[in-house]
């Protein structure tokens, strides 16, 4: 049972313009979201996040959006710069009886040409 | 310098032995968390401890095991059970307590089992 989902393998876009990832969940008990990016036989690093009681964080050429009743979440790059080629991470957390865990989708491979 | 450290970067067994894969934090960290990624796979949680002496498994625990003896480590090590230990494997850790969900990545360790 995927509880996290992105869709889209792979985006490709051109330097300058906006990159747009998306993903998808199902289980309402997540409050919180990330996004992390990895490059190749690298730990993810983390990007940006939004908590669940929020529709919108930015931070300086990236944005998160939520939409709680669609249960989805996107990630906007602009302008999108060749560095930004990478591996792009939703994850989502929610708080049980054993502490915070994590649910990552599968990733989208984002390559930005020049 | 605080951060995550795992050793080795590459690590090469054969089938039927078991390996132990080291990590280690100086961030003062809580919480603590191993993952597996499988090519066009996201990140799968494998183990994750929230306190020293504590640990519960995650959604693909088969096959391995982990100790939480001292909070700066949290070693995994993965058995001649698991069918398929040929991946490559993150640690990461968190502050912990509520409302810290944010989880600093390792640069990883790539098991290739022969």
């Known amino acids: 049972d995927q509880q996290v989902k992105q869709n889209s393998p792979s985006l490709s876009v051109q330097e300058g313009r906006i990159s747009i990832l998306n993903c998808d969940y199902t289980n309402s008990m997540f409050d919180y979201f990330l996004w992390y990016k990895k490059y190749p036989a690298e730990g993810p690093t983390f990007l940006i996040s939004i908590s669940s009681i929020k529709d919108k964080n930015e931070d300086g050429r990236f944005t998160v959006f939520l939409n709680k009743s669609a249960k989805h979440l996107s990630l906007h790059i602009v302008p999108s710069q060749p560095g930004d080629s990478a591996v792009y991470f939703c994850a989502a957390s929610e708080w049980g009886a054993s502490g915070s865990r994590l649910t990552f989708g599968e990733g989208t491979q984002l390559t930005v040409n020049p | 310098d605080g951060g995550i450290t795992q050793s080795p970067k590459y690590l090469f067994r054969k089938e039927g032995q078991n390996v132990t894969l080291s990590c280690e934090q100086n961030?003062?960290?809580?919480?603590m968390y191993w993952y597996r990624q499988d090519p066009g796979q996201g990140l799968r949680l494998i183990y994750y401890?929230?306190?020293?002496?504590?640990?519960q498994k995650g959604d693909i625990a088969e096959g391995y095991s982990v100790s939480r003896e001292k909070k700066e480590s949290f070693p995994l090590t993965v058995t001649s059970a698991q069918k398929n230990p040929t991946a490559f494997y993150l640690c990461a850790s968190s502050p912990g307590g509520t409302g810290n969900y944010e989880q600093y990545f390792g640069p990883g360790t790539r098991l290739t089992v022969t």
């Open positions: 961030l003062n960290h809580d919480a």
């Open positions: 401890s929230q306190i020293v002496n504590d640990f």
